[in-house]
């Protein structure tokens, strides 16, 4: 089976990693800050925290935010459930914004309609998570002028995007955004195994995370309510979890990152080479808008139905009989039994579920070779035909 994404793995990644179990630390150690360090540089921002997930992350930071009950908290149905999860965390409540017909991002224009009825309603979002499909970036100028009128916070769900760019700077600079979120899981650009962060340049919500992502818990004296009662002194003061990013995952986030744009570029030949074999087939390719440079984690086809004979389930399925390990993303959130017990229902975001019943995501990873690739592209031209 080619799969639809696979993690690269190199010796110098392997050597990272052996190299930290020798060491004094497995966790809490130099190789996370290492990290992070080489994170807030590639990505132009001040702060970055390594957590264990991004999921973690988004939790985090709601957290620092202060969300809570009574609160709202809006984001893109098109997006794994932890775009939206991390508000109920809080006990906030949910809504979605539904996405633009051509990037499937957050549409600004559906945000404007859906603040001005909100602000009628007395029921105001205080935190917008604008996610960067397949790591396009959204229209973070129009998201952000928004956000200055209405009053809103913005998290970025960039778990596709780390070495995407946005009008010539770096996803994750957080230039139109209080914070960014990174993903590191194995199927999106770089990976720590399990692991995401956070980044921000305020230093008020850095000093939040930074409690938030270890119990809450600090040692920094003038972070202190009392007096130190000496050197093995912490104070609680503030409720946080344990989120940390282990030094074994440290490491290997800093060796992967090294590697960041060799994988991006890949990508974007891969992508290229995808565009023009399958530009007579009946099918969408992937539109990119011109201030963004995708880092490319899918490639989503949408099927033109209407000039096809098989279903899209009938599509699917005889790509994965023929070993293309191709995927679905996403089954818009709202439509999910979780959120449908929370009042939503099929029909609520409409140009979401269309998106959703006609694409399909091809395999795309750093290590593809063109031999993996011409066999997608022909079974695909084979079963379309
Ligand atoms: C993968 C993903 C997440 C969750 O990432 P984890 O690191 O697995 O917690 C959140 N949002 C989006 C858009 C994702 O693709």
């Not at 965390?89 to 600004?108: H, Q, R």
């Not at 899918?298 to 096809?308: G, V």
Request: glycine letters at 6%; charged letters at 20%.
């Amino acid at each position: 089976m080619i799969p639809y994404g696979k993690q690269s793995i190199n010796q110098q990644d392997i050597d990272a990693v052996i190299n930290v179990l020798t060491s004094d630390f497995l966790t809490q150690g130099p190789k996370v800050p290492e990290f992070e360090s080489k994170l807030s540089s590639l990505c132009k921002a001040k702060f970055a925290f390594a957590v264990n997930s991004a999921t973690s992350a988004l939790h985090i930071a709601c957290c620092a935010l202060g969300l809570g009950k009574g609160d709202w908290l809006w984001t893109s149905p098109i997006t794994f459930v932890a775009s939206a999860n991390c508000g109920l965390y809080c006990g906030a409540s949910i809504d979605f914004v539904d996405v633009d017909e051509a990037t499937y991002n957050m549409c600004p224009r559906k945000l404007e309609e859906k603040l001005i009825v909100a602000k009628q309603q007395g029921r105001l979002p205080k935190i917008v998570i604008p996610v960067h499909l397949c790591g396009q970036s959204c229209d973070m100028e129009a998201i952000f002028r928004l956000s200055q009128e209405y009053g809103f916070k913005i998290i970025e769900d960039a778990s596709h995007a780390i070495g995407g760019f946005y009008k010539g700077e770096p996803i994750g600079n957080c230039a139109y955004s209080d914070m960014t979120v990174f993903s590191f899981h194995p199927v999106k650009i770089i990976t720590t195994a399990e692991g995401g962060a956070v980044l921000t340049n305020n230093a008020a919500l850095a000093e939040k995370l930074a409690l938030l992502r270890s119990h809450g818990v600090t040692r920094n004296t003038d972070l202190m309510e009392g007096e130190s009662h000496g050197a093995w002194y912490y104070e609680q003061v503030a409720l946080g979890f344990n989120y940390r990013m282990t030094e074994l995952q440290g490491a290997l986030g800093a060796s992967q990152i090294s590697r960041l744009s060799e994988f991006v570029q890949k990508r974007h030949k891969l992508a290229e080479r995808y565009n023009q074999r399958l530009a007579d087939l009946p099918i969408v390719l992937p539109k990119q808008h011109t201030d963004t440079y995708s880092s490319f984690h899918l490639y989503i086809i949408r099927l033109k139905l209407n000039l096809l004979t098989k279903s899209r389930k009938q599509i699917f399925d005889e790509l994965r009989d023929a070993d293309i390990g191709v995927n679905v993303h996403y089954i818009p959130v709202h439509t999910q039994p979780y959120y449908q017990s929370l009042g939503f229902t099929v029909g609520d975001f409409p140009v979401a579920e269309r998106f959703y019943s006609e694409a399909i995501s091809l395999p795309l990873y750093a290590d593809m070779t063109d031999t993996e690739q011409n066999e997608v592209i022909s079974i695909l031209t084979r079963v379309l035909a």
